[in-house]
């Protein structure tokens, strides 16, 4: 089992960048992936990234790809979500989750941090 805390959204003008967190703990952090979803109001939850802790292959949604970078630091047991030239389409709650299994379904999920990005 793993736990996720999410830190590092906040109110940005367009154009701008922010990094996002997710702190991993748990006894088997290095066997997981994370990812990082988000939610606008009335909208689906939409994939973002993710990374794989051992080996670190990562994956983007189309929306962010070229945008958006994902890392982790083994030392800190961090996840970090590197957002670059946010646009107001942006705008969300973004999770992290964490999962071992590869059926796409993620079984831990962080609480959530508000990114807002005005036009």
């Known amino acids: 089992q793993v736990q996720l805390v999410e830190s590092g959204g906040g109110l940005v003008q367009a154009g701008a960048s922010l990094r996002l967190s997710c702190a991993v703990s748990g006894r088997t952090v290095w066997s997981y992936k994370v990812a990082w979803f988000r939610q606008a109001p009335g909208k689906e939850r939409e994939f973002v990234s993710s990374i794989a802790w051992s080996g670190g292959t990562t994956y983007y949604g189309d929306s962010v790809k070229g945008r958006f970078t994902i890392s982790r630091d083994n030392a800190k047991n961090t996840v970090y979500l590197q957002m670059n030239n946010l646009k107001p389409e942006d705008t969300a709650v973004y999770s992290c989750?964490?999962?071992?299994?590869?059926?796409?379904?993620?079984?831990?999920w962080g609480q959530g941090t508000q990114v807002t990005v005005s036009s």
């Open positions: 989750a964490a999962s071992r299994r590869d059926n796409g379904a993620w079984d831990y």
